[in-house]
């Protein structure tokens, strides 16, 4: 029996709820978009004012006028002044372009690990990929210390095939053994011990500046940022954004709706897989290779961005990235201000706050575990 033909009132009343439903969806888009936004005038001018911040006389009025001189092109003329614009622009602006941006690439490829692993407890960290690229660029700063140009794309290389390996070895065993999600945690805490303990042994056979510059990546830090390393990680940033972006409606197949699902939607899984593993395991290596070991922002950045802005990766992606840039900047901060005049690492400011984080997700989510 055939269902009976809708009259001309009742197409029009459906036509009217589809209307409507697309209204919704544009204003709920919207309203995201101007979260977006306000995340983002918000995380700019906390950038700008942390550049006041330790030793050295800089005042807001001081940053102003080097922000304004450093547009215009004119720089000052007074001896003293001339002090303060060379101390933001050559020491503060780097550093705080650097925590920016670290951690904005450490919390997208937070955000790529717990989609596409399907697993809101992994990250570069959890996974041991942080670890790993920390040792690699400690090998190579082992045998390349000194030696100009070279030391920086042997760090980063080194960091680079590392983080690489180390994330084959824990995806490889994940598929062949059908690791749950606790599981594959525990791989990841063996792998950074191990990694860890290899950086350690690198200590013994170090020179006294090697040894130096050793410990430094086994704290995470931003001092010592350069142009160099600020400008890098822009550039790669630029060039990874938007196409993680552009794959963004695929991440959300495969993390809400499954392997099989997402294939049947016309993702080729396998493939966007590796890619935006790589491109995760890429933009950690490089960030590492600059700072060192920095835990937690991959972790604790996409779970705060989820929070506010929910789990569409369309608008998570950009907004963990902010969130992440902004958790390291207040640690950097943070770890000027609580022991100054020393400088306390950013690593141990952002651990000291990711771990107990981290150990309430664990807690929170036990009963979801197999």
């Not at 994330?167 to 792998?191: W, Y």
Request: charged share 10%; net charge positive; aromatic share 6%.
């Amino acid at each position: 029996m055939s269902a009976p033909a809708l009259d001309d009132a009742e197409i029009e009343q459906i036509a009217e709820i589809e209307r409507g439903l697309a209204r919704g969806r544009r204003r709920h888009g919207l309203g995201k978009l101007l979260v977006l936004g306000g995340a983002v005038a918000v995380t700019l001018v906390v950038t700008v004012l942390t550049l006041q911040i330790g030793a050295g006389g800089i005042t807001p009025q001081v940053v102003v006028d080097a922000l304004v001189a450093k547009a215009t092109g004119v720089a000052p003329s007074d001896a003293q002044e001339l002090r303060l614009f060379t101390t933001v622009w050559e020491l503060r602006v780097p550093r705080a372009g650097l925590a920016l941006l670290g951690g904005g690439a450490l919390a997208i490829a937070g955000v790529l690990f717990q989609g596409l692993l399907r697993n809101p407890l992994v990250s570069p960290f959890t996974l041991g990929i942080a670890p790993a690229a920390a040792f690699g660029a400690a090998l190579a700063l082992l045998f390349v210390q000194g030696q100009g140009a070279s030391t920086t794309s042997a760090l980063v290389g080194g960091a680079l095939v590392t983080g690489l390996g180390c994330a084959a070895i824990v995806l490889g065993l994940a598929a062949t053994k059908k690791m749950q999600p606790t599981t594959l945690i525990l791989l990841g805490i063996a792998l950074t011990q191990l990694f860890t303990a290899l950086t350690a042994g690198l200590q013994y056979i170090a020179n006294e500046e090697t040894l130096a510059a050793i410990v430094r990546w086994t704290w995470g830090t931003v001092n010592g940022a350069v142009w160099y390393q600020v400008v890098t990680l822009a550039v790669l940033l630029v060039v990874a954004v938007p196409y993680v972006q552009w794959r963004s409606s695929a991440v959300n197949a495969i993390a809400f709706a499954g392997d099989d699902a997402a294939r049947s939607l016309g993702v080729p899984v396998s493939r966007v897989r590796i890619e935006l593993i790589f491109v995760a395991v890429l933009i950690t290596s490089v960030t590492i290779s600059f700072t060192g070991i920095i835990g937690f922002v991959g972790l604790v950045g996409p779970h705060i961005a989820r929070l506010v802005i929910g789990a569409d990766h369309r608008f998570l992606l950009p907004f963990s990235a902010l969130v992440g840039g902004l958790l390291l900047v207040v640690a950097d901060a943070v770890g000027r201000i609580v022991l100054a005049p020393a400088l306390v690492p950013v690593g141990i400011v952002d651990a000291l706050v990711g771990a107990p984080v981290f150990l309430y997700l664990i807690l929170a989510r036990k009963r979801s575990f197999g």
